[in-house]
Structures are given as structure tokens and as C-alpha cells.
């Protein structure tokens, strides 16, 4: 073994203490500085003169140091020698040495107050666990919705919006995409940042979980094949809040998670003892693609209900206000909104009366279901003409309507969606289905990850197709004009929302260079990720769903209004009040009709009016017109349909 140089021991020990922090590389540089003064003042000590004592030396030598302007004071050659080396030596390491501390260590705390470490005093705001695709449009519907934020704020006394967003790692990127995003703008400000993941308790302790009004958890990306998905940090996220809430006790706060599996809601019950909503998001784009296909045009319905910006939204009103108020009496008063139903309380548990009879009385404890362009039309207006009554008995179950043949759906691209879209076909089981799935994914591995989640149907016949939709050759020996409805969906095994996006737009261009030459153009439904790439297609004639979106605004919904989820779940699910088109031949409708007289007919047939859904788009590209002005005439044309709600029977009952 070689022996230590002192040289190297004393660096090292140098060494240890610089990589300390700033305080102690501003202790090692006072060292030097001593050092430096002690040995200026004993090379000037002999010559004696000024220099009585060795204090006074270094005393003198330590003010050639610091400043530079007393080196015309000095006298004789040695003094002017051991002065012009002090203060060549102060400029080294007084100067440039202890600025470059400072700096650095200004530059530190900075940089770490970007990262957002610092643990927020907030009280009754929002948190948002996860910066994901869905987080923007997220933020956006919050900042958005300005009448069910006003009644949230109230409900909880407080004044002021606040959005806290707990991001793996927090940067001036991410406010730079908060000030550009078209829905935030300069309301960024109202939005915090915090870096960490929601799997960490100190994190959730950084964004102050415990004092939220509610805790919104989205789903995030993972690789394929990852152990930890997005679900397992959901329900590790919820257990660290209900350990701190037990450790602290203190009461738990409301949670809004967004889960894959669906059959992980009994899990995260179990996980979280406190209030809970808990939304599928594959089961949720799932049915509104399955719903989708069965009724093409859906997809405008949802893109107006399930999205923010202008047109009608659903929402929910207290019973308080209303109460001994029959469900006409309330429609009456409000004319610029439809009254679809009530909720009423079932233990802990809300039954959801979609289309009940005018007559009902709403109680104190119900909730009043509207649909409305703004959150203001749901109150009564005493400046508007009150509408006539409408009476309305017990809507008809209309039973399911079984096809004739199997319907034959080709589905492109392979997501994690898949298994509980095949799963969500399966719950028609007066239909049948033939998919035909095609991805460059083994046939294999996708066919054990269907049996997995969905099992085995008779209803439902999968055959797995190896090949790259992208490729003009593969995509046409599959002959797509063979098929009812083609499903173009969004990698999720991609690097981004974009790359996925750039594949399924690519695709839909290849399909519709083939499509143009076959005599029948089937029903196409697009899927996209990012919400930027909704203008791209110009003129494009599939149907467009962009999940984030959609889950984005029914998770910031029911974290305002948490009775919400019901309702939707209710609505498109099948069985039960369902919206659907129907043909204006099947009603006993005059030749001019306004939408008062439309709503009237349904009624009679115990259905409800929602809209018109035009043959023809308008010079917008809009097919749907929900909610037009009462006394508007609808100016039928042929072609056109009405959209409806309507009850149909739960299926195997």
C-alpha cells in the first residue's frame, strides 16, 4: 500500500468541506484570507516604521487585500512588491472566489424554489396529482367553469381559486405551457407547481392533501409490460393520504381518481376510508365508442356535453331552493334549460331518475338534473316568458333492438383500451360482433390480454390481424369498405400523445385514399391524445373523440359537483336513459314545428326532446343543435334527426 503525500491529505480534507454547501466554501475561503493577511503581514513586520506590531501588519496586509485602492499609499520597494501581490491575490480569492459563492449558491436556492420543494400554505384549493396528457385541459375546465367554481368556493368559505399540481419534476417549461394553454392564459398565475410524485409522502405533505377541498388523481402513461402502473400509484397515492390523515388526525379530503381497470374500484374503496369518486377512463371512452358505433352522430353530443367551451353542459342543482316544486313547475321557470331528471338519495347512494314524470315532487335532499348552455340558465329567470307545461308521464321501456346480422367492426391500432372495449361490446348481449383487430402487437400477447379482462363471449368474435395499418398495402387486403364501422384508436406505447397521434391521422389519410375508390364508405371513429391535433384534419369525414379531453372535463366536473359521476355513468351506459336519434317520420309532427311543440310530442310518447341533428353541416362543420330557443322553428329536412332520450330495458332483464 502506497503511504499518504500530506499534499494529498490536505486536499482531500479541502475537498470534503467544499462540497459541503456555500457556508462552508465561505469558511474555507475566510481561511485563505487569514492565511493570506497573516503571511503579507509577516513578510512586511522587519521593516518596521508603520508596522509597530504584527496586528498592525496584518491589519494593513488584510486592507491590500479586500481593496485595491490603498496600494498607492505604500513606500518603498518591498512594501509596493508584498501590496501589488495582496491585491492581485484579493482579486483571485477575495472577489472572483467569494462571488462565484454567492452566485452559485443564489443561483442554487433559486433553481430549487423553481422545483417547487417548498411545502404550500394553503387551504380549501385543489390539488392535482400528476402532470400528464390530461392535466391542461384539466386546469382549464377548473379555471373554466365559472358557476359550479363560484358554488364550490361558497360551499367551502373561501374566496379564491387556488390549483396546486404536484409534477414529477416542476420547470419553467410547464409554466410556460400553462401561460400558452388557450383555456389558462394569464390566469397561470392561479395555478402552483410542486415537483414530486403522488407515490411520495412527502410530496402529498409538499401540495398539503390534508387542507384540499378535493384531490384530483389522473391516470398516468406507463410503459407496457411496467409493473407499476398508473392504477397501482393511484392506490398508493390514496393510502398515503389516509396514513397522514391517521397520523395527524385529521378528517380526509374529497378524492376524484381516475382508474384503467375498472375492476379496481372495490380496491380503491378499500384503499380510502373517505369520500371517493371513482371514474374508469378506459371503461368511459370504452362506452362512448360502443355507443358510438351503435348510433353514429354520438360522437358531436359528446364532444358539445363532455368538453369544455361554448355550447350546452349537464348539471346538477340542490333541492333546497325547489323543494315541494314538481320537475314541470321547475321547467316552467327556467326556459332557457331542459329539465332531465332528478337524483334522489338511497342510503349512501343516489338513484338516478332520468325522464321521471312532470309530476314528481322534488324533495329537499334530491338533486335536479339540467342540461343548459350556462350555469345562470339553471336558476329561474323572472325577465324571460315562463314556458307552458308540459305533462309528461311514465317513460315507455323500450326494449332492445336485436340486429339481424353480426355487425363487423375493424379496429385499428392497440391500446390498453382495447380489452375493456371488447368488454364493453360484450355488454350488448342482444347483439353480436365480428372485430377484427389489427396492430403490429404479437397476436398473442394482445389475444391473452382480451381473455384476461374480458374473458370469452359468444357474442363477440375477435380474430387478431398482424400488419401496419400505415403501410397502403396491408391496410388494403383487409378491404376496409367490407366493414360497418372502422375504429382508428391512439398508441398509448408511444413516446408521446403526438407520435400516437401522428400515427392514427397518417392512417385515417392512407384509409381514406382507399375508401375514395369503394362504392360504401363505413362509419369511421377517430381517437386522438392531444388536444392540439383536433384542427389538423381539415374537413375530415370521421367522427373525432379526444379522450383526454373528455375524461379531463368529467373528472373537473365531479370534482365540483361529485353527484355528477352518477348521472353520466347513468347516461352512457347501456340500458336505461340512453340518448339516441330517432327519424321525426316516427312522431306525429305537423309540417312546420317549433322545438316547444317537438318537446310536447315526445312527451306524450314519454321521451325527451334534446336537439335536431342536421343531415347537412352547417358552414361550422356542425351537425348538432341541442337546446335551440323554444319558440325556433326546426325546419325539418329529409335526412335529419331528432336526439332524444329515451328508456330502453337493462339488458338480460
Given at each position: 500500500?502506497?503511504?499518504?503525500?500530506?499534499?494529498?491529505?490536505?486536499?482531500?480534507?479541502?475537498?470534503?468541506?467544499?462540497?459541503?454547501?456555500?457556508?462552508?466554501?465561505?469558511?474555507?475561503?475566510?481561511?485563505?484570507?487569514?492565511?493570506?493577511?497573516?503571511?503579507?503581514?509577516?513578510?512586511?513586520?522587519?521593516?518596521?516604521?508603520?508596522?509597530?506590531?504584527?496586528?498592525?501588519?496584518?491589519?494593513?496586509?488584510?486592507?491590500?487585500?479586500?481593496?485595491?485602492?490603498?496600494?498607492?499609499?505604500?513606500?518603498?520597494?518591498?512594501?509596493?512588491?508584498?501590496?501589488?501581490?495582496?491585491?492581485?491575490?484579493?482579486?483571485?480569492?477575495?472577489?472572483?472566489?467569494?462571488?462565484?459563492?454567492?452566485?452559485?449558491?443564489?443561483?442554487?436556492?433559486?433553481?430549487?424554489?423553481?422545483?417547487?420543494?417548498t411545502p404550500v400554505t394553503l387551504k380549501n384549493h385543489i390539488v392535482v396529482l400528476g402532470w400528464t396528457s390530461q392535466?391542461?385541459?384539466?386546469?382549464?375546465?377548473?379555471?373554466?367553469?365559472?358557476?359550479?367554481?363560484?358554488?364550490?368556493?361558497?360551499?367551502?368559505?373561501?374566496?379564491?381559486?387556488?390549483?396546486?399540481?404536484?409534477?414529477?419534476?416542476?420547470?419553467?417549461?410547464?409554466?410556460?405551457?400553462?401561460?400558452?394553454?388557450?383555456?389558462?392564459?394569464?390566469?397561470?398565475?392561479?395555478?402552483?407547481?410542486?415537483?414530486?410524485?403522488?407515490?411520495?409522502?412527502?410530496?402529498?405533505?409538499?401540495?398539503?392533501?390534508?387542507?384540499?377541498?378535493?384531490?384530483?388523481?389522473?391516470?398516468?402513461?406507463?410503459?407496457?409490460?411496467?409493473?407499476?402502473?398508473?392504477?397501482?400509484?393511484?392506490?398508493?397515492?390514496?393510502?398515503?393520504?389516509?396514513?397522514?390523515?391517521?397520523?395527524?388526525?385529521?378528517?380526509?379530503?374529497?378524492?376524484?381518481?381516475?382508474?384503467?381497470?375498472?375492476?379496481?374500484?372495490?380496491?380503491?374503496?378499500?384503499?380510502?376510508?373517505?369520500?371517493?369518486?371513482?371514474?374508469?377512463?378506459?371503461?368511459?371512452?370504452?362506452?362512448?365508442?360502443?355507443?358510438?358505433?351503435?348510433?353514429?352522430?354520438?360522437?358531436?353530443?359528446?364532444?358539445?356535453?363532455?368538453?369544455?367551451?361554448?355550447?350546452?353542459?349537464?348539471?346538477?342543482?340542490?333541492?333546497?331552493?325547489?323543494?315541494?316544486?314538481?320537475?314541470?313547475?321547475?321547467?316552467?321557470?327556467?326556459?332557457?334549460?331542459?329539465?332531465?331528471?332528478?337524483?334522489?338519495?338511497?342510503?349512501?347512494?343516489?338513484?338516478?331518475?332520468?325522464?321521471?314524470?312532470?309530476?314528481?315532487?322534488?324533495?329537499?335532499?334530491?338533486?335536479?338534473?339540467?342540461?343548459?348552455?350556462?350555469?345562470?340558465?339553471?336558476?329561474?329567470?323572472?325577465?324571460?316568458?315562463?314556458?307552458?307545461?308540459?305533462?309528461?308521464?311514465?317513460?315507455?321501456?323500450?326494449?332492445?333492438?336485436?340486429?339481424?346480422?353480426?355487425?363487423?367492426?375493424?379496429?385499428?391500432?392497440?391500446?390498453?383500451?382495447?380489452?375493456?372495449?371488447?368488454?364493453?361490446?360484450?355488454?350488448?348481449?342482444?347483439?353480436?360482433?365480428?372485430?377484427?383487430?389489427?396492430?403490429?402487437?404479437?397476436?398473442?400477447?394482445?389475444?391473452?390480454?382480451?381473455?384476461?379482462?374480458?374473458?370469452?363471449?359468444?357474442?363477440?368474435?375477435?380474430?387478431?390481424?398482424?400488419?401496419?395499418?400505415?403501410?397502403?398495402?396491408?391496410?388494403?387486403?383487409?378491404?376496409?369498405?367490407?366493414?360497418?364501422?372502422?375504429?382508428?384508436?391512439?398508441?398509448?406505447?408511444?413516446?408521446?400523445?403526438?407520435?400516437?397521434?401522428?400515427?392514427?391521422?397518417?392512417?385515417?389519410?392512407?384509409?381514406?385514399?382507399?375508401?375514395?375508390?369503394?362504392?360504401?364508405?363505413?362509419?369511421?371513429?377517430?381517437?386522438?391524445?392531444?388536444?392540439?391535433?383536433?384542427?389538423?384534419?381539415?374537413?375530415?369525414?370521421?367522427?373525432?373523440?379526444?379522450?383526454?379531453?373528455?375524461?379531463?372535463?368529467?373528472?373537473?366536473?365531479?370534482?365540483?359537483?361529485?353527484?355528477?359521476?352518477?348521472?353520466?355513468?347513468?347516461l352512457f351506459t347501456v340500458g336505461g336513459a340512453e340518448i339516441q336519434f330517432r327519424d321525426p317520420a316516427d312522431y306525429?309532427?305537423?309540417?312546420?314545428?317549433?322545438?316547444?311543440?317537438?318537446?310536447?310530442?315526445?312527451?306524450?310518447?314519454?321521451?325527451?326532446?334534446?336537439?335536431?341533428?342536421?343531415?347537412?353541416?352547417?358552414?361550422?362543420?356542425?351537425?348538432?343543435?341541442?337546446?335551440?330557443?323554444?319558440?325556433?322553428?326546426?325546419?325539418?329536412?329529409?335526412?335529419?334527426?331528432?336526439?332524444?332520450?329515451?328508456?330502453?330495458?337493462?339488458?338480460?332483464?
Amino acid at each position: 500500500m502506497l503511504p499518504f503525500r500530506v499534499v494529498d491529505r490536505v486536499k482531500f480534507i479541502v475537498e470534503r468541506q467544499l462540497v459541503k454547501g456555500a457556508g462552508f466554501q465561505l469558511v474555507v475561503v475566510g481561511i485563505f484570507i487569514g492565511l493570506i493577511s497573516l503571511i503579507g503581514g509577516m513578510l512586511v513586520v522587519p521593516q518596521g516604521g508603520e508596522f509597530e506590531d504584527a496586528g498592525s501588519a496584518i491589519w494593513w496586509a488584510f486592507l491590500r487585500l479586500t481593496d485595491p485602492g490603498y496600494l498607492g499609499d505604500d513606500v518603498g520597494t518591498w512594501q509596493r512588491i508584498v501590496s501589488t501581490l495582496l491585491t492581485v491575490s484579493g482579486y483571485v480569492v477575495f472577489m472572483g472566489t467569494l462571488v462565484a459563492i454567492l452566485t452559485r449558491w443564489l443561483i442554487a436556492k433559486m433553481q430549487d424554489l423553481e422545483r417547487g420543494l417548498t411545502p404550500v400554505t394553503l387551504k380549501n384549493h385543489i390539488v392535482v396529482l400528476g402532470w400528464t396528457s390530461q392535466t391542461l385541459p384539466l386546469l382549464a375546465e377548473l379555471l373554466g367553469s365559472s358557476g359550479r367554481m363560484r358554488r364550490f368556493l361558497e360551499k367551502h368559505d373561501t374566496q379564491k381559486l387556488n390549483l396546486v399540481v404536484l409534477s414529477e419534476e416542476a420547470s419553467a417549461e410547464q409554466v410556460h405551457e400553462l401561460r400558452m394553454e388557450p383555456g389558462i392564459g394569464r390566469r397561470f398565475r392561479q395555478i402552483i407547481l410542486r415537483s414530486g410524485s403522488a407515490i411520495q409522502p412527502d410530496a402529498l405533505h409538499r401540495v398539503a392533501c390534508l387542507d384540499a377541498a378535493a384531490v384530483i388523481v389522473p391516470s398516468a402513461a406507463h410503459e407496457a409490460g411496467s409493473l407499476v402502473t398508473s392504477d397501482v400509484e393511484t392506490v398508493k397515492a390514496l393510502l398515503s393520504i389516509a396514513a397522514q390523515a391517521r397520523h395527524l388526525h385529521a378528517p380526509l379530503p374529497f378524492v376524484v381518481a381516475e382508474i384503467q381497470d375498472v375492476r379496481k374500484h372495490a380496491v380503491i374503496e378499500r384503499a380510502y376510508p373517505g369520500g371517493v369518486e371513482v371514474v374508469a377512463g378506459d371503461a368511459t371512452i370504452s362506452r362512448l365508442m360502443v355507443q358510438n358505433i351503435l348510433h353514429p352522430g354520438l360522437s358531436e353530443i359528446y364532444n358539445e356535453l363532455l368538453t369544455a367551451g361554448s355550447g350546452n353542459e349537464i348539471y346538477v342543482r340542490g333541492g333546497e331552493s325547489v323543494a315541494g316544486m314538481s320537475l314541470g313547475e321547475i321547467a316552467v321557470a327556467r326556459p332557457l334549460a331542459i329539465v332531465l331528471g332528478l337524483l334522489r338519495r338511497n342510503g349512501t347512494h343516489w338513484d338516478v331518475q332520468l325522464l321521471a314524470p312532470s309530476d314528481t315532487r322534488v324533495n329537499a335532499d334530491d338533486r335536479v338534473i339540467l342540461m343548459a348552455r350556462d350555469y345562470s340558465e339553471t336558476e329561474p329567470d323572472n325577465k324571460l316568458q315562463s314556458l307552458p307545461d308540459i305533462p309528461r308521464g311514465p317513460a315507455r321501456v323500450l326494449p332492445p333492438r336485436p340486429l339481424d346480422t353480426p355487425m363487423r367492426i375493424l379496429v385499428l391500432g392497440w391500446s390498453r383500451r382495447v380489452p375493456s372495449l371488447v368488454a364493453e361490446f360484450a355488454s350488448y348481449r342482444h347483439l353480436a360482433f365480428e372485430l377484427d383487430l389489427v396492430s403490429v402487437i404479437p397476436a398473442s400477447e394482445r389475444s391473452q390480454a382480451i381473455t384476461a379482462y374480458a374473458g370469452t363471449h359468444e357474442t363477440v368474435r375477435c380474430h387478431q390481424v398482424e400488419a401496419d395499418y400505415m403501410v397502403e398495402g396491408e391496410l388494403r387486403r383487409l378491404q376496409p369498405d367490407r366493414y360497418d364501422a372502422i375504429l382508428l384508436l391512439s398508441s398509448d406505447r408511444l413516446a408521446s400523445g403526438e407520435e400516437a397521434d401522428a400515427r392514427a391521422m397518417v392512417g385515417y389519410l392512407v384509409l381514406e385514399d382507399i375508401l375514395a375508390e369503394a362504392s360504401r364508405h363505413p362509419q369511421l371513429i377517430m381517437e386522438l391524445s392531444d388536444p392540439d391535433n383536433r384542427q389538423l384534419l381539415y374537413g375530415h369525414r370521421s367522427e373525432m373523440m379526444i379522450s383526454p379531453m373528455i375524461l379531463s372535463h368529467i373528472l373537473a366536473q365531479v370534482a365540483l359537483r361529485r353527484e355528477l359521476r352518477v348521472v353520466l355513468e347513468e347516461l352512457f351506459t347501456v340500458g336505461g336513459a340512453e340518448i339516441q336519434f330517432r327519424d321525426p317520420a316516427d312522431y306525429p309532427l305537423p309540417a312546420s314545428v317549433d322545438f316547444h311543440l317537438l318537446e310536447k310530442t315526445l312527451a306524450a310518447e314519454g321521451e325527451l326532446a334534446l336537439g335536431i341533428f342536421r343531415h347537412r353541416a352547417d358552414e361550422h362543420g356542425r351537425h348538432l343543435r341541442l337546446n335551440p330557443p323554444r319558440r325556433e322553428y326546426l325546419d325539418i329536412q329529409p335526412g335529419d334527426r331528432l336526439v332524444v332520450i329515451s328508456q330502453t330495458a337493462q339488458i338480460g332483464t
